[in-house]
């Protein structure tokens, strides 16, 4: 059973930085695509950036050249980098994993519990 673990959200105000990590047991972290998606209250859950085994990336619009998905495998762990956060990034942000390559659609088998991103103006 895959388990994937969240941390490193909190409250930051706008313009700031935050780096979510997300921690995979071994059967979730062999996968072939993980991804982060986040959900605000009343929204869908959107794709904001995911990375396959190969490493080749893709990005939400409403993040690219702020957001950054990397992984260690080393360490089965998944980082999303986050800078110049605005307002509306504000959400529950989760991972999640899967060995089929959904990319940005929500149909990954391995979720997360998710950690929560405050961004105020």
Not at 38 to 60: F, H, L, N, W
Not at 95 to 111: Q, S
């Amino acid at each position: 059973q895959g388990t994937l673990v969240e941390s490193g959200g909190g409250s930051v105000q706008a313009g700031g930085s935050l780096r979510l990590s997300c921690a995979a047991n071994r059967d979730a972290y062999g996968s072939s695509c993980f991804g982060w998606f986040r959900q605000a209250p009343g929204k869908e859950r959107e794709g904001v950036a995911v990375i396959d085994s190969d490493g080749s990336t893709s990005y939400a619009d409403s993040v690219k050249g702020r957001f950054t998905i990397s992984k260690d495998n080393a360490k089965r762990t998944l980082y999303l980098q986050m800078n110049s956060l605005k307002p509306e990034d504000s959400a529950m942000y989760y991972c999640a994993a899967d060995r089929v390559a959904w990319w940005l659609l929500p149909e990954y088998n391995y979720w997360g519990q998710g950690t929560q991103v405050t961004v105020s103006s």
